[in-house]
């Protein structure tokens, strides 16, 4: 599969995807959105891939929504056409874990692509933000939604009201990445963390991600259940039995992912 605005290849059991549309900032378009999703279709068929990385350059992450493509549309573009948010929700639905590994800025649509993935890493660089307002209009992929899941009313409100954007410091303190990091070793610990997750088994790697996200978008009594009939089924599985095993006669386990 040969692409134009991103670049993806393998490193080990790690898919890794590279946005590339430098110029622009990485400004996400149809094009971009389509071949991220091609991209994440190959790594969730691919028995060889257990984890998948999003990574940008390192002035930016993705400025956001491309501007220039959206400035004359009318409501019937945005709406009949669903420009640009049509395919976002590949990202989301990828059973498998993707990390974002975010250097420079992570604006509108890029922060929003940031959190549809499951841990975001940052380098010391990263800027975070939702500047839509600035434009006349709004955060369209999960900005509204998944910022104050992450970080909180009080602060999701002031990013998306006054456009202001925030450190990797503050973002990391508000709980929106997992962890900071110098910005020339963002790629090799993003890589090394995706590693250690595609080390372990697949299907339970898989179970824990279904799980966590059922704590943002359910209930705590049908998160609580959902947990529990899952932790249930982790026992059918070959890789608890070969888990357990290998702890109880102290040696290394050998997953197969089933
Ligand atoms: N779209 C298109 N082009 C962009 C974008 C963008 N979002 N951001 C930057 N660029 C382009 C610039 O036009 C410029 O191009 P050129 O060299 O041809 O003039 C090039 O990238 C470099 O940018 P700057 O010269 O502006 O670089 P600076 O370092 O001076 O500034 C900033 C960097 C602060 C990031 C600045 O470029 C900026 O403010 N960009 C816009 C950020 C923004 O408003 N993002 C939100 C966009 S709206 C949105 O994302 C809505 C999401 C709705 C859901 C859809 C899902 C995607």
Redesign the pocket.
Known sequence: MTYELIIAETRGRVGLITLNRP???N??NDQV?NEIGTALDGFEADDGIGAIVITGSE??FA??????A?ASFSYMDAYKNEY??RN?ERVKTCRKPVIAAVAG?A????N??AMMCDIIIAADTARFGQ??V??G?L???G?TQRLPRAVGKAKAMELCLTGRMMDAAEAERAGLVARVVPADTLLEEALATAGTIAGYSLPIVMMIKESINRAFEGGLNEGLLFERRVFHASFATNDQKEGMAAFVEKRKPDFRHD
Not at 63 to 68: L, Q, V
């Open positions: 110029k622009a900032l400004a996400l959105v002035k930016a400025a956001g929504a491309d501007i220039g959206m640009i948010t976002w800025f604006l509108g649509g890029g929003e692509l500047p839509e600035k434009l209009t955060p369209g992929a900005g």
